[in-house]
């Protein structure tokens, strides 16, 4: 089945800078790569997602990009604000019929 | 609230218990999918639904787990002769026709 692998854990930033977080994949056939936010005590909420025909993708402060060769994606959050600290999920699947395989999470902390 | 929902949001339950769950989706979504999430981790597939048909189960689903989604609407996750290990918090996520699993607030198991 698929492993999806997930680092940093932990990422601690002031406010301003930028956060990166990586992502790898086992399963070649794996087309559709979510990204999720979860608040503590809340649900996880869908920031961004990308499809494998596509290598990057940007929305406001938040991209996503995609080396399917290398089997490899990454979150990047640009001026990171407070309200920016969260767990980050990213996920990986076959396809919508599919499940997800999630990463393990990145505890993302943000300094004022 | 026309997201995900489900109850209780919390369960306290004593070892050799049975639990059961309840999920209703985001109206007309006819796929719903059961996560498992322990603490740090991301969460792991337990079934998948398409309508009222059953289409995957996780190794991760022994048989003391059933899930049922009678009417192919709301669905429920029964969990027999409760373990400490089944302590976790259990995840709904319902989708139409697009890639998007939209998650429920989750419930919270505690297996005393």
């Known amino acids: 089945g698929e492993n999806v692998e997930q680092h940093p854990s932990t990422l601690s930033v002031q406010e301003g800078d930028s956060a990166v977080i990586k992502c790898t994949y086992s399963d070649s056939a794996s087309n559709y790569f979510p990204w999720y936010k979860q608040e503590l005590g809340k649900r996880p909420q869908l920031i961004i997602d990308?499809?494998?025909?596509?290598g990057e993708k940007k929305d406001q402060r938040i991209a996503v990009t995609l080396n399917k060769t290398a089997k490899h994606f990454s979150l990047h959050i640009t001026e990171t604000q407070p309200e920016d600290s969260a767990v980050y999920f990213c996920a990986a699947s076959r396809g919508r019929d599919y499940k997800l395989s999630f990463g393990a999470g990145t505890t993302v902390t943000v300094r004022a | 609230d026309t997201g995900v929902s489900q109850d209780p949001r919390h369960k306290i339950t004593k070892r050799g218990q049975n639990v059961t769950f309840r999920c209703d989706p985001i109206?007309?979504?006819?796929?719903l999918y059961w996560y498992r999430q322990t603490l740090g981790q991301g969460p792991e597939f337990l079934t998948y639904?398409?309508?009222?048909?059953?289409?995957?189960k996780s190794r991760l689903l022994s048989d003391r787990f059933s899930a049922e989604r009678p009417k192919g609407s709301f669905s429920t996750l029964e969990i027999q002769r409760t373990e400490q290990g089944d302590s976790a918090m259990y995840l709904c996520a319902t989708r139409l026709d697009g890639d998007t699993q939209y998650f429920g607030p989750g419930t919270r198991l505690t297996v005393l």
């Open positions: 639904f398409q309508n009222e048909a059953q289409l995957e």
């Open positions: 109206s007309e979504h006819n796929r």
């Open positions: 990308i499809r494998s025909n596509v």
